[in-house]
């Protein structure tokens, strides 16, 4: 069964950054297409990012893309995601998931796995 636990989230000013990391267990990494969606209060969750197993390929939502980078370390069986110049509209609840198929299953928001969320928040 795969496990998905994120962490590094918390409070930030706007403008400033924040990293999130996403650790999977009970199976192997590198056979899973990643990504993280987020859901803020009372709006439905949302695509983010979303990498390949190799990290060669990558897909953004135009919301993000300039400001957050998504990677991934197969040695160390984690996902990142960099996020720059946050803004107030980037609070929520970011998810990870995990899918054995392709980015394509997950930017349709219906991977094998999810995590259970961690807050970022951005005050103005």
């Known amino acids: 069964q795969v496990q998905l636990v994120e962490s590094g989230g918390g409070l930030v000013q706007a403008g400033n950054s924040l990293r999130l990391s996403c650790a999977l267990s009970?199976?192997?990494?590198?056979?899973?297409?990643m990504g993280w969606f987020r859901q803020a209060p009372g709006k439905e969750r949302e695509f983010v990012a979303a990498i390949d197993w190799s990290g060669g390929n990558t897909r953004y939502a135009d919301s993000v893309k300039g400001r957050f980078t998504i990677s991934r370390d197969n040695a160390k069986n984690t996902m990142f995601l960099q996020m720059n110049s946050l803004k107030p509209e980037d609070t929520a609840v970011y998810y990870c998931?995990?899918?054995?198929?392709?980015?394509?299953?997950?930017?349709?928001?219906?991977?094998?796995?999810w995590g259970q969320g961690t807050q970022v928040t951005v005050s103005s």
């Open positions: 998931a995990a899918d054995q198929s392709s980015t394509r299953t997950i930017i349709d928001g219906t991977p094998d796995y």
């Open positions: 009970g199976r192997t990494f590198w056979h899973y297409a």
